[in-house]
T-cell receptor
């Protein structure tokens, strides 16, 4: 199993550009999450999904959108990139009855 | 979820036991104690969790006080690869839909 896979690993965006961070998992998990982590800080939840077709806002959703058309995929979209969105983004997934959340390797995004 | 308090940093000699404390004085009866760690530039990794009994797995041991207001994660023989930020989190178990809230964690430095 590949687990949770994120792409791209690194990206530089100009202010105002749009992009999508891709996330896929092959563990048939119901729950998927997007977190961001600023330098030296803990993780903050952006959006999460409890199943295909269902998404909910987390702690810091402004400036982002998500969709969950399949169980496997949970892309995160930035519509108008801003310098404040420079961060490391982590996708994660878990089974709905499980206690363990599995994280991807992270996507480093810089907005200049 | 209950709030947790951890020391910001700790050092440990290679081969010795690393004991990482966590205070969670407002923990509720149905909240579990979870530990994750994040090695530099990687996604967080699940270590162990428990409710009220002490727990042990191949990675670590978790000691929870009888009143459940504090706990200690023990790495019995720390190696250089255990250098990481360790997060203590309390949340309702068995429902992975609950959002994980990561605080600042403890930065453990294992030294030769």
């Amino acid at each position: 199993n590949a687990g949770v896979t994120q792409t791209p690993k690194f990206r530089i965006l100009k202010i105002g550009q749009s992009m999508t961070l891709q996330c896929t998992q092959d563990m048939n998990h119901n729950y998927m999450y997007w977190y961001r982590q600023d330098p030296g800080m803990g993780l903050k939840l952006i959006y999460y999904s409890v199943g295909a077709g269902i998404t909910d806002k987390g702690e810091v959703p402004n400036g982002y959108n998500v969709s969950r058309s399949t169980t496997e995929d949970f892309p995160l979209r930035l519509e108008l990139a801003a310098p404040s969105q420079t961060s490391v983004y982590f996708c994660a997934s878990s089974h709905h009855t499980g206690n363990t959340i599995y994280f991807g390797e992270g996507s480093w995004l810089t907005v200049v | 979820d209950a709030k947790t308090t951890q020391p910001p940093s700790m050092d440990c000699a290679e081969g010795r036991a690393a004991n990482l404390p966590c205070n969670h004085s407002t923990i509720s009866g149905n909240e579990y104690v979870y530990w994750y760690r994040q090695i530099h530039s990687q996604g967080p990794q699940y270590i162990i969790h428990g409710l009220k009994n002490n727990e042990t797995n191949e990675m670590a041991s978790l000691i929870i006080t009888e009143d459940r207001k504090s706990s200690t994660l023990i790495l019995p023989h720390a190696t250089l690869r255990d250098t990481a930020v360790y997060y203590c989190i309390v949340r309702v178990g068995g429902n992975a839909g609950n959002m994980l809230t990561f605080g600042g964690g403890t930065r453990l430095m294992v030294k030769p």
